[in-house]
């Protein structure tokens, strides 16, 4: 999933094309005849560049700009009124603040985790590896109701903490707590790779330079994983702000307090308000192009700084 | 074997790094999951076997995979057609054509089903026209397998792109050369060098398909019986108390996930080299 998307564009950035091994050589082989009019002598580009961008104009396009169009047709007043009216803003900070500290969170522990299973080995660590990327596949709607049902007050955590007056479920928190879980993998899954190929040389590169272990982690890997690190946080944050399934059934769903501006786009779409779910997701869909245009970002700077 | 370098960090520092590790794992991922399990069972087998065989639930599970058979095969032609007009081609607009297709990752799935409602719906811009029509979209089973397809769209194209991207084209080239045709080099030589990756993309395809819940909720109406799907169903017998029966349906689908997720390490086990050829 997405921690093969990070792969893909790494991988997108250090294929260059193919050279067309028949084209190169110049004297035309058998077989050759299609390289005059196409650079590729592999047949079937046009069906197949046709399948895409048809499909691809169907399901994704023409919906979403269909999305844009409705907010345009409605005028800027209009727009402004309704994506940002005092309960929609309330809902983006319980969105946007929540999705940042679930983030910051897996970003602390995420590294250590990925740490962990690049470098030590111990027994069970394929299994512990394999779960990590159970959010992946694990309905939201399932991973809601367990969460619920472990934080709740007679739950298997929500019990221990009753007693002293600490409420995690039907409270900010509890969306904190769902989105820590579905943004665990894209954190851990991203850092992997990255610490993998660092190796050791480096590190003991510095500690032969009498740096000690904190100042090794600090000046040697922290930069060497840092893009990494920033990456798997923007993906993290960008889905937590999209996500409905598992937080819906923890969060409480309170106006200004627990409500999330996806809930709030299901709540103006049942009272058809259709100009209301349009502002919102406008904004959202603009939140999450912010994340997506970060990524490439830090990961062109990378490239550069790489010279590939 | 277990040779310390003097570099390395001693024994109880490495020790509470990995019980740290494991522990936040186990919070955060083990723990949701073995309370599945265990809510589903509290009332013992035979009230589970109740809870997954009432008709309601019957109905669900059947929409479900009704939903799957239909929009996975589209994503999985959508992908590989995809894939081989990327990796085998050159074009101008290749990188920006790769960014659209990912973008279904990016929305949030109550925009996916929304995008739908307003082109579809009854305020929609062609609801009048399927109105009049009598052709039903939204709260019926095109929109849910629309939505379905939406969030799902990138996977096996994604999959697929990187993997034929670093097999070249030279086999291709050398089978076209010998005078195959273009259908006969991919079903000959195309086909069996992507078909681990392919299987892979097909399965997560299928895990996010099943389990989808934002973008269907917007879609499907929530007619018990009717357009209710797996992840629909749970969340209304949830929020009718009946906790026992939700957790029992949730099971078979965190079953599901746990299917996909050995069948994942399996494939990525036996044939992690024709998964990511090359990645780093």
Redesign the interface.
């Known amino acids: 999933?997405?921690e093969?998307?990070i792969?893909?564009r790494?991988?997108?950035g250090r294929?260059p094309?193919?050279p067309?091994?028949?084209t190169a050589t110049g004297k035309p082989?058998?077989?050759a005849r299609f390289t005059l009019k196409?650079?590729?002598?592999?047949?079937?580009?046009g069906?197949?560049?046709g399948?895409?961008?048809f499909?691809?104009s169907l399901?994704?396009?023409?919906?979403?700009s269909?999305?844009l169009l409705?907010a345009a047709t409605g005028g800027w007043d209009h727009f402004t009124t309704t994506a940002f009216s005092e309960r929609a803003i309330a809902a983006y900070k319980v969105s946007f603040g929540t999705a940042f500290i679930a983030a910051a969170i897996n970003a602390v522990?995420g590294l250590?985790?990925a740490?962990?299973?690049v470098r030590?080995q111990?027994t069970g660590k394929?299994l512990?590896s394999?779960?990590?990327?159970?959010?992946?596949?694990?309905?939201?709607?399932?991973?809601g109701?367990?969460?619920t049902?472990?934080y709740a007050d007679t739950?298997?955590?929500g019990s221990l903490l009753a007693p002293y007056g600490i409420k995690l479920a039907y409270q900010p928190q509890g969306i904190v707590i769902a989105l820590?879980?579905i943004g665990?993998p894209f954190i851990v899954r991203t850092i992997e790779?990255v610490l993998?190929?660092l190796g050791?040389d480096p590190?003991?590169a510095a500690?032969t330079l009498g740096a000690n272990?904190w100042q090794t982690f600090r000046s040697v890997i922290l930069p060497e994983v840092m893009p990494a690190l920033i990456t798997g946080f923007a993906l993290a944050f960008?889905r937590g702000?999209?996500?409905?399934?598992s937080v819906i059934?923890i969060a409480g769903n309170m106006p200004f307090k627990s409500e999330i501006a996806?809930?709030l786009?299901?709540t103006s779409?049942e009272e058809?308000d259709?100009a209301g779910?349009?502002g919102i997701?406008i904004v959202?869909?603009l939140a999450?192009?912010g994340?997506?245009l970060l990524i490439n970002w830090v990961q062109h700077r990378e490239r550069i700084k790489r010279g590939l | 074997m277990n040779r310390r370098r003097p570099?390395d960090?001693p024994a109880w520092?490495?020790a509470s790094?990995?019980l740290?590790?494991?522990g936040?794992?186990a919070v955060?991922?083990?723990?949701?999951?073995a309370?599945?399990f265990t809510?589903a069972f509290a009332s013992g087998l035979p009230a589970w076997l109740e809870a997954v065989s009432e008709p309601d639930a019957q109905a669900a599970i059947k929409l479900t995979l009704l939903v799957a058979a239909i929009s996975v095969p589209?994503n999985c032609?959508?992908g590989v057609?995809?894939s081989?007009?990327?990796a085998?081609?050159?074009?101008p607009g290749k990188?920006l054509?790769?960014s659209?297709?990912?973008?279904?990752?990016?929305?949030?799935?109550?925009?996916s089903g929304?995008?739908?409602?307003?082109?579809f719906g009854a305020?929609g811009?062609l609801g009048p026209w399927l109105q009049e029509n009598d052709i039903q979209i939204i709260f019926a089973l095109p929109g849910i397998v629309?939505a379905t397809?939406?969030v799902t769209?990138p996977?096996v194209a994604?999959?697929l792109?990187?993997l034929m991207?670093?097999q070249?084209?030279?086999e291709?080239?050398a089978a076209?050369?010998l005078g195959a045709t273009?259908w006969q080099?991919?079903r000959k030589v195309t086909l069996p060098n992507i078909k681990w990756g392919l299987l892979y993309g097909v399965l997560?395809t299928n895990?996010r398909a099943?389990?989808?819940?934002?973008a269907v909720?917007?879609v499907s109406g929530h007619i018990r019986g009717e357009t209710n799907t797996?992840?629909?169903h749970?969340?209304l017998l949830?929020n009718d108390y009946n906790?026992s029966a939700?957790?029992a349906v949730?099971s078979l689908?965190?079953g599901?996930?746990?299917i996909?997720?050995?069948l994942?390490?399996i494939l990525e086990w036996r044939h992690g080299d024709e998964l990511?050829a090359?990645?780093?």
Not at chain 1, 59 to 64: A, D, F, K, R, T
Not at chain 1, 241 to 245: I, L, N, P, Q, T
């Open positions: 999933m997405t093969i998307a792969d893909n790494a991988i997108y294929y094309a193919v067309n091994p028949v082989k058998r077989g196409r650079r590729s002598a592999i047949p079937g580009f069906l197949t560049l399948v895409t961008v499909w691809l399901i994704v396009l023409i919906p979403l269909a999305l409705r522990f250590l985790v740490f962990v299973l030590y111990f394929r512990f394999a779960l990590v990327d159970l959010p992946f596949a694990l309905p939201t709607a399932v991973a109701i367990a969460l049902a472990i739950g298997w955590v820590i879980f665990l790779p993998a190929d050791r590190e003991e500690a272990r960008a702000v999209g996500e409905y399934g059934f996806p809930l786009i299901i779409l058809f259709y779910a349009t997701a959202m869909l999450s192009l994340a997506l | 570099l960090a520092l490495k790094l990995i740290i590790a494991l936040y794992i955060v991922i083990l723990l949701p999951l309370a599945v809510e589209l032609v959508f057609a995809a081989w007009a990327v085998k081609h050159d074009f990188s054509l790769v659209l297709i990912d973008l279904p990752f990016s929305v949030s799935p109550v925009v929304l995008v739908y409602v307003l082109l305020g811009w629309l397809v939406f769209f996977f994604r999959e792109i990187p991207q670093a070249g084209r030279d291709e080239e076209l050369s273009g080099t991919f997560l895990a099943m389990g989808e819940f934002g909720s917007v797996m992840p629909l749970i969340e949830y906790l939700a957790f949730a689908l965190a599901l996930a746990l996909t997720l050995v994942r390490t990511v090359g990645g780093h």
